[in-house]
């Protein structure tokens, strides 16, 4: 079994940063994907940025640029640097971790003021 623990949300102004943290414990295979979703009010979960286990990293158009998705397998640790943050970025973030199952966290809150 895997438990991610997010954490790292809070209020921000617009053009502020933030860095978000995903804390992965458990059985945790070599081989896996890791990556950022966040949800809006209203609106369905969309992926946000990920990363393999060798380090290749895709991000959303709307985030390319501003966000930077990286690990600490030591730490067994995923963040997401945010950055030039607007309103829109303004969602419950959510951690997963893929391999041999599809694993969440309970995310943590950005909220983004204008």
């Known amino acids: 079994q895997v438990q991610l623990v997010e954490s790292g949300g809070g209020l921000v102004q617009f053009g502020g940063s933030l860095r978000l943290s995903c804390a992965a414990s458990g059985t945790i295979f070599r081989a896996n994907v890791m990556g950022w979703y966040r949800q809006a009010p209203g609106k369905e979960r969309e992926f946000v940025a990920s990363i393999t286990s060798v380090g290749s990293t895709d991000y959303a158009n709307p985030v390319k640029g501003r966000f930077t998705i990286s690990k600490d397998n030591a730490k067994n640790t995923m963040y997401l640097q945010m950055n030039s943050l607007k309103p829109e970025d303004t969602a419950v973030y959510y951690c997963?971790?893929?391999?041999?199952?599809?694993?969440w966290g309970k995310g943590t809150l950005v909220t983004v003021s204008s």
């Open positions: 997963n971790l893929k391999a041999y199952g599809d694993y």
